[in-house]
């Protein structure tokens, strides 16, 4: 059977995806009640980490201790990836020593290639294009508080980023209405964008664009690598600021999620994070489960 990866939330079915999100539901239950499961036991995943990582990588690693495996983190300041050893290379000899590999670098086709060359599952964990491990925890973190996200009105305000652009493949695949409320030249790849027409639109307007939502979500003003831009950021998208007041125009039961880190003061006002709607600390401390439902799934 070919090798499975998980470069996009479009490697999985909308049914595995499912099933992926309820295993991460059991398997969170699990761990609150201590039970040990180690499915894993003596695998070994590798961490290539080319941008800094809070979440992701602890995540990764107590999620493979507790599956009974282990993880090694690799920087390309000590590796040869980083000395320009060619990733078709790296991806042979990873695939002989370890049973997976997991990835956050900048250019996604440098995840393409290695996915490509190696025999063992590749997971994306964050590029300049998307970051589908987020949009698990997120869609684990709705269904637990609300239940099924079919049919419901998602909205993405701020930059049409990587967060965005999985965010435009999670309402294809959990099938939801995405509203996308970015500043003029910031807008989300326009390929992805017409490939789901039927369920994803452009509302420019903050307001407009959270009117009945159920789901509200947003990120940095500027990414990883994105530095030298920050200070002209901050000025274009001041107006997108998600706060207490633009919440109040969505629907009742909106949640508020962020994948963070996030900065107060600029693309969140510095009280919506602990505001009653905000989901973000449930929504990080998911990356952990279902982050084990997606090992278990490619590696056990
Ligand atoms: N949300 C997220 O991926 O966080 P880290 O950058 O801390 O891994
Ligand atoms: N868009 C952000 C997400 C960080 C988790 C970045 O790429 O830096």
């Given at each position: 059977m ?7 939330l ?8 499912r099933?992926?999100i309820?295993?991460a539901i059991?398997?969170k ?5 201590h ?16 941008k ?6 602890v ?8 599956l009974g495996?282990?993880?090694l ?5 000590d ?8 990733i ?7 695939s002989?020593?370890?049973?997976g590999?997991?990835?956050?670098t ?28 987020q949009?698990?925890a ?16 998602v ?6 980023n ?13 099938d ?9 030249g910031?807008?989300?790849d326009a ?58 125009l969505?629907s009742?039961e909106?949640?508020f999620?962020h ?8 693309e ?33």
């Amino acid at each position: 059977m070919a090798t499975r990866h998980f470069l996009s939330l479009l490697d999985l079915t909308p049914a595995e995806l499912r099933q992926l999100i309820d295993r991460a539901i059991e398997l969170k239950a699990m761990q609150q009640r201590h039970e040990v499961h180690e499915p894993l036991k003596n695998r070994v995943l590798a961490m290539i980490f080319e941008k800094s990582s809070t979440r992701t990588r602890v995540s990764f690693e107590a999620g493979m201790t507790q599956l009974g495996g282990s993880a090694l983190f690799l920087s390309p300041r000590d590796t040869q990836l980083g000395r320009g050893e060619p990733i078709e290379d790296s991806a042979r000899v990873l695939s002989k020593m370890v049973d997976g590999v997991m990835i956050r670098t900048f250019e996604h086709s440098k995840v393409e290639t290695f996915a490509a060359h190696s025999d063992i599952p590749v997971i994306n964990a964050l590029t300049d294009f998307n970051h589908p491990c987020q949009l698990l925890a997120d869609m684990q973190a709705y269904h637990e508080v609300r239940g099924s996200i079919q049919g419901k009105t998602v909205t993405w305000i701020g930059d049409g980023n990587n967060m965005c652009h999985s965010y435009i493949n999670a309402a294809r695949q959990w099938d939801f209405e995405l509203r996308i409320a970015c500043p003029d030249g910031y807008e989300p790849d326009a390929d992805l964008v017409a490939k789901n027409s039927d369920r994803v639109s452009m509302v420019r307007n903050p307001k407009e664009a959270v009117a009945g939502a159920h789901l509200v979500a947003t990120d940095v003003w500027a990414s990883m690598g994105q530095e030298e831009e920050a200070a002209d950021r901050m000025k274009v998208f001041a107006p997108y600021q998600v706060s207490r007041q633009l919440l109040d125009l969505a629907s009742p039961e909106v949640l508020f999620m962020h994948c963070l880190p996030a900065h107060r003061g600029e693309e969140v006002s510095h009280d919506v994070l602990d505001d009653s709607r905000s989901v973000v600390w449930e929504e990080a401390g998911n990356r952990l489960h279902a982050q084990k439902a997606l090992l278990e799934f490619l590696l056990a």
